[in-house]
């Protein structure tokens, strides 16, 4: 045993001496193959190009469309840069069936464990990395303001980047579908005022209509035609009755249901406008 293990290193010993000595040989050629050969195991130099923001996602709220956040921002910066770019992403993904049982109790007025679990998440993000955060779902961007404060990284709002879509195409007027606590509570309303644009809302039965198929269906990814044509019914009164000259689909999930070629309003998709919003902040650009 002993004498086999003494063979064996004596050959390595061998082989790490003739290895050096075709390096270290007088010949100019040998000397340049040995540089060229370890070259090839030396990673190119980085790009001294402005790198690109790294993108925080706190998804999972529903996964159906965190996936549609990650695919258009991916493809938002192909088109922009070109060949096989793509966007540079970190992403939280919440367990929703937990989640869910929190966003019960912050419907009855508790909001510690659901606010506490999206600051551990911002957090998450940024000891991962993150130069700013965007969450994926209208109704949580009720705390952004909150989490960017706590955690120290800007957090992009979703009704920010819709307010300055909505008015950079000049509509005045838009219905804002949602859940039932982006209709019916201030923040999303309220900050879209700011940007001069009037909000109308579904009335009670279709507000619970609303809520009871994106939570029910669209958040299981369940895409169902009568889902659709309800949701149309009600735009269009929106639009008729009401003025509505735009609708908001200020959910992150009614895009997988309602698109622009359903209705003859004005459309604005929050999942592409937040996602638009990231990437342009990403690359150093205002949005």
């Given at each position: 045993?002993?004498?086999?293990?003494?063979?064996?290193?004596?050959?390595?010993?061998?082989?790490?001496?003739?290895?050096?000595?075709?390096?270290?040989?007088?010949?100019?050629?040998?000397?340049?193959?040995?540089?060229?050969?370890?070259?090839?195991?030396?990673?190119?130099?980085?790009?001294?190009?402005q790198p690109l923001k790294t993108i925080g996602i706190i998804g999972g709220v529903s996964?159906?469309?965190?996936?549609?956040?990650?695919?258009?921002?991916?493809?938002?910066?192909?088109?922009?840069?070109?060949?096989?770019?793509?966007?540079?992403?970190?992403?939280?993904?919440?367990?929703?069936?937990?989640?869910?049982?929190?966003?019960?109790?912050?419907?009855?007025?508790?909001?510690?464990?659901?606010?506490?679990?999206?600051?551990?998440?911002?957090?998450?993000?940024?000891?991962?990395?993150?130069?700013?955060?965007?969450?994926?779902?209208?109704?949580?961007?009720?705390?952004?303001?909150?989490?960017?404060?706590?955690?120290?990284?800007p957090v992009l709002h979703i009704a920010d980047a819709t307010g300055k879509k909505i008015?950079?195409?000049?509509?005045?007027?838009?219905?804002?579908?949602?859940?039932?606590?982006?209709?019916?509570?201030?923040?999303?309303?309220?900050?879209?005022?700011?940007?001069?644009?009037?909000?109308?809302?579904?009335?009670?039965?279709?507000?619970?209509?609303?809520?009871?198929?994106?939570?029910?269906?669209?958040?299981?990814?369940?895409?169902?035609?009568?889902?659709?044509?309800?949701?149309?019914?009600?735009?269009?009164?929106?639009?008729?009755?009401?003025?509505?000259?735009?609708?908001?689909?200020?959910?992150?999930?009614?895009?997988?249901?309602?698109?622009?070629?359903?209705?003859?309003?004005?459309?604005?998709?929050?999942?592409?406008?937040?996602?638009?919003?990231?990437?342009?902040?990403?690359?150093?650009?205002?949005?």
């Open positions: 045993m002993h004498v086999q293990l003494m063979r064996s290193c004596f050959g390595m010993v061998l082989l790490m001496a003739t290895v050096m000595s075709g390096c270290a040989g007088h010949s100019t050629s040998t000397v340049q193959k040995c540089d060229t050969g370890m070259q090839a195991l030396v990673a190119p130099a980085p790009s001294t190009e996964w159906a469309s965190s996936i549609e956040y990650y695919r258009l921002m991916n493809e938002m910066v192909r088109d922009k840069l070109g060949g096989v770019h793509s966007a540079q992403i970190l992403m939280f993904s919440l367990e929703f069936g937990e989640f869910s049982k929190e966003e019960r109790l912050a419907d009855k007025g508790d909001w510690t464990y659901m606010t506490r679990t999206m600051i551990d998440a911002a957090q998450r993000l940024k000891r991962g990395g993150a130069d700013f955060i965007v969450i994926a779902s209208n109704t949580l961007n009720s705390l952004a303001d909150h989490i960017g404060e706590t955690v120290g990284i008015r950079e195409k000049g509509v005045h007027t838009v219905a804002l579908l949602g859940t039932k606590y982006t209709m019916e509570q201030p923040f999303y309303r309220e900050r879209l005022e700011k940007y001069g644009i009037k909000v109308i809302t579904p009335n009670e039965k279709e507000r619970d209509y609303i809520n009871r198929v994106i939570f029910d269906e669209l958040c299981g990814n369940r895409i169902e035609d009568a889902s659709r044509r309800g949701f149309v019914r009600i735009i269009k009164r929106l639009q008729e009755e009401e003025g509505a000259e735009g609708v908001v689909l200020g959910c992150t999930e009614i895009p997988l249901l309602i698109k622009q070629a359903d209705v003859d309003i004005a459309v604005f998709d929050t999942t592409a406008i937040h996602s638009e919003a990231a990437v342009r902040y990403s690359l150093g650009e205002n949005y």
